[in-house]
């Protein structure tokens, strides 16, 4: 009898979890929209401006380095409102940054108003992919990294 009651327990846990990572992963509208562009700052921070990023409720707006053609690490993050954001400014760090970033939206699924990199603050997606938009910087006062063409050995 006991193995039945944890049965539905296991079940209705299940059914629970289902429905908040179905909170989390389904987006139906969320976009980014963002042009190549200089990084106005020094050799230590700068920004970049993302057009528009329409977000599936609270989150985050975050710009990731180019890692061998894949997003690297975080350089920056902007809080983003539910629904369409528009020219969306993100400070960057600068002397980690390459000449190819990635923006990516993420849920702020933790604590409000904390961003909190890679669990629970994780990737929007749209039909199933992440919402993530390559894009070209260049610098005004810093020298960028290129590490698309090279192979880690």
């Not at 997003?71 to 002397?95: C, K, L, Q, S």
Request: aromatic share 6%; glycine share 12%.
């Amino acid at each position: 009898m006991k193995n039945y009651w944890l049965v539905i327990a296991a079940v209705l846990a299940a059914c629970c979890v289902g429905l908040v990572s179905g909170e989390i992963g389904a987006t139906t509208n969320a976009s980014i929209t963002v042009k190549d562009q200089a990084i106005p700052g020094d050799g230590i921070v700068g920004n970049v401006t993302v057009d528009e990023a329409v977000s599936n409720g609270t989150g985050w707006l975050v710009i990731h380095n180019n890692l061998f053609g894949h997003p690297g690490g975080v350089i920056g993050y902007a809080p983003v409102e539910p629904g369409v954001n528009t020219n969306v400014t993100v400070t960057v760090h600068t002397f980690v940054a390459t000449d190819t970033l990635f923006a990516v939206l993420h849920h702020d699924a933790g604590r409000e108003g904390v961003f909190e990199y890679p669990v629970p603050d994780v990737e929007q997606k749209m039909d199933g992919a992440i919402v993530i938009v390559p894009f070209n910087v260049t610098a005004e006062n810093a020298t960028l990294m290129n590490l698309t063409g090279l192979c880690p050995r």
